[in-house]
C-alpha cells in the first residue's frame, strides 16, 4: 500500500511541479506588471496589460496541454 502510494506520488510529482513552478512565475510577472501599469493610465499600458494576459494564457495552455500530454503518454 505505502510502496504504490510512493510510486504514484514519485510519478505525478514532476508533472505537478512542471505545471505549479510556471504558473506562479506567470502570475508574479502579471502582478508586477499590473502594478506597473495601474501606476502609468494610458493607452500603451493598457494594451501592454492586454497583450500579456493573453500571451499567458496562451503559455498556460500550452504548458497544460503538453504536461498532459506527456502524463497520458508515459
Known amino acids: 500500500m505505502l510502496?504504490?502510494?510512493i510510486q504514484t506520488i514519485?510519478?505525478?510529482l514532476?508533472?505537478?511541479i512542471m505545471i505549479l513552478v510556471p504558473?506562479?512565475?506567470?502570475l508574479f510577472i502579471i502582478w508586477l506588471i499590473l502594478k506597473l501599469a495601474k501606476s502609468?493610465?494610458?493607452?500603451?499600458?493598457?494594451?501592454?496589460?492586454?497583450g500579456v494576459i493573453i500571451?499567458?494564457?496562451v503559455i498556460i495552455f500550452w504548458s497544460f496541454v503538453n504536461v498532459l500530454g506527456g502524463v497520458v503518454g508515459a
Do not use: D, E, Q
Not at 502609468?40 to 492586454?50: E, H, M, N, P, R
Open 55 to 57: 500571451f499567458v494564457a
Open 23 to 26: 504558473i506562479l512565475i506567470i
Open 10 to 12: 514519485s510519478t505525478y
Open 14 to 16: 514532476p508533472a505537478l
Open 40 to 50: 502609468s493610465i494610458s493607452v500603451f499600458g493598457k494594451l501592454l496589460k492586454w
Open 3 to 5: 510502496n504504490t502510494l
